[in-house]
């Protein structure tokens, strides 16, 4: 497989943005009415408005040649239908079965994955049921009334994130809380204020091997122990989602207490499976299965619709325009709806650790760029921050608005000041301010010449800024779920696009061997100090202190 330079579009990318990357967007604008109309696109209700973006209808064709020669839909519907493409780990990459609805088998390795997948859901369903209708309790016949989940990564900030995105469509009665850093003072604060008899622990750890995630549920164990539970009362309130059936039972789960979950479900796309248990406990389980069926929708769209008007496909390529060609390094993600406040980091996860790779599955190094910094937060609070260097700073940030159009809660005119600024910001960013307007401004102000010339430039916006508008009807488990899976598949696009596998993550594994290494020689000064000055001088340090 060619790399993606070597590709015939990608040489006529580059000269198309040779002629094209001084065009502003301003005058694209101008100069055609139908703009919107044309670099605008719906997918299962969720309107894209990619007209803000520094491209023409040349741009997008030959944007879209480029995924067809990089082989996008055929490579999207080898994903679906179980190819090995996780290759490093000789893996199915099968998150989509999770939330597939068409009652069609999805095959891995020739074996239909359905069952056990429906199997799984119904368990889930029970379970859920059973907490909140009190008829599975505590070891005292307590009601649970919170939930203390365990996990990190993809075990953690699905769930907690969306959770917390949810938060109006939570069940009362039950409270989940979230804790992942191997930092004591998380989990010590979160088990100060639980209450033992009516408190359910749930870790979820695909691989039952994770060095926080363990310790977090040994020390929520310990707590257990000393406030009155026994040994035996373990198995009502410890729980565990794991595809590793066989730690989590060494470790002293209860085989029935083991929710499963499979190797072709990547961490950070396994929110739809029993990871999603934290969800389904907050919000009941009709939502959580509001969420699969939004996310299946979007499946839809992404496997069935033209390039042209593949949502996912569209923000794929555009990212891959600004990265490879205008040499952007980051992409700012700004909901402007509050209980989005943490989908950044959720896509943070999702797009950095699929595509923060420098080479290809079949062992050549890559000379361009790759998967960029995702950041954000949510709007408006980041334009009294770090708006002002998407706006004027030096570096080019391509940016996604996301804004619903109905609020979860009307207050007065809250919700029409919230949409004012997300549609003024991204004018903003388009169309800039000229010096000419800044100096307009300043007549009559009674300036000299040379101090306006000290000043303009520095009220001058550049604008050209690219942004796309996502606008949702309102943030419904449905619609969370379709937003979620638009991500998964723009990653999906870019991955294949850049030629590298999006679904492994050897990029964590160095820190952790060595983590533990150096763990060995905090607890235990005997052991040798034989690494980099710099790194046994702080281990020393740690060591004298705690002395
Ligand atoms: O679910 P596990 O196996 O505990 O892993 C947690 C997370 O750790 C990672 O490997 C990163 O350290 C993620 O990919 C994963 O989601």
């Not at 929110?271 to 509001?290: K, M, R, T, V, Y």
């Not at 989005?340 to 080479?359: C, H, I, T, W």
Request: glycine share 8%; proline share 3%; charged share 20%.
């Amino acid at each position: 497989m060619a790399l993606f330079t070597e590709l015939k579009s990608f040489q006529a990318l580059k000269a198309h943005f040779e002629e094209t990357k001084n065009l502003h967007m301003r005058d694209l604008f101008a100069q055609d009415a139908e703009r919107f109309a044309k670099f605008s696109t719906t997918a299962c209700g969720i309107e894209l408005d990619y007209s803000k973006n520094r491209i023409t209808e040349e741009t997008k064709a030959l944007l879209l040649d480029l995924a067809r020669e990089a082989k996008v839909e055929e490579k999207r519907d080898g994903m679906f239908a179980g190819a090995r493409i996780n290759t490093s780990e000789d893996r199915a990459v099968l998150h989509t079965a999770l939330r597939n609805k068409s009652g069609k088998p999805v095959l891995c390795d020739g074996v239909d994955v359905m069952p056990e997948v429906q199997a799984t859901l119904a368990k889930m369903k029970a379970f859920v049921n059973e907490v909140h209708n009190g008829t599975r309790t505590g070891y005292t016949g307590k009601k649970f009334t919170d939930v203390l989940a365990i996990g990190i990564g993809g075990s953690f900030l699905g769930p907690k994130i969306m959770t917390e995105a949810l938060k109006p469509y939570r069940v009362d009665g039950i409270k989940v809380h979230f804790v992942a850093n191997v930092d004591g003072s998380h989990i010590h604060d979160v088990l100060a204020t639980l209450p033992i008899e009516s408190t359910l622990v749930l870790m979820s750890s695909k691989s039952f091997g994770t060095q926080e995630t363990l310790k977090n549920t040994e020390t929520a164990k310990e707590w257990f122990l000393a406030n009155g539970g026994k040994f035996e009362d373990i198995a009502k309130h410890f729980m565990c989602v794991s595809s590793n059936i066989k730690a989590a039972t060494d470790f002293g789960m209860d085989a029935d207490n083991i929710f499963p979950m499979w190797d072709w479900v990547g961490g950070r796309y396994s929110l739809w499976s029993a990871i999603g248990l934290p969800i389904a406990l907050a919000l009941g389980f009709d939502n959580f299965e509001a969420l699969l069926d939004g996310a299946y929708e979007m499946d839809q769209h992404f496997l069935n619709t033209p390039l042209e008007d593949n949502v996912p496909a569209l923000l794929g390529v555009l990212g891959v325009w600004y990265i490879n060609f205008f040499g952007a390094q980051s992409h700012v993600l700004l909901p402007y709806d509050h209980y989005l406040r943490g989908f950044p980091a959720y896509v943070q996860q999702l797009d950095m650790e699929s595509n923060g790779k420098s080479a290809t599955p079949t062992g050549d190094y890559l000379d361009y760029s790759t998967g960029p910094v995702i950041w954000g937060g949510e709007g408006t609070n980041g334009q009294h921050a770090f708006h002002q260097l998407i706006h004027q700073g030096t570096v080019l940030i391509p940016a996604d608005f996301i804004m619903p159009i109905h609020s979860q809660h009307e207050m007065s005119n809250h919700h029409a000041m919230l949409a004012s600024n997300c549609f003024g910001q991204t004018q903003a960013l388009m169309q800039g301010k000229t010096v000419e307007q800044v100096k307009a401004e300043f007549a009559g102000k009674g300036l000299t010449d040379e101090e306006i010339e000290k000043v303009a430039p520095q009220k001058v916006f550049e604008g050209n800024k690219p942004t796309n508008t996502i606008l949702v009807d309102k943030l419904t488990p449905k619609a969370l779920g379709q937003i979620i899976a638009m991500y998964e598949h723009k990653v999906f696009v870019q991955g294949i696009i850049w030629g590298i596998n999006s679904f492994d993550q050897w990029g964590v594994e160095l820190g952790k061997v060595l983590g533990n290494d150096v763990l060995a020689k905090l607890e235990d000064s005997s052991i040798e100090l034989n690494g980099d000055s710099s790194t046994n001088a702080l281990i020393e340090r740690f060591r004298n202190r705690n002395a």
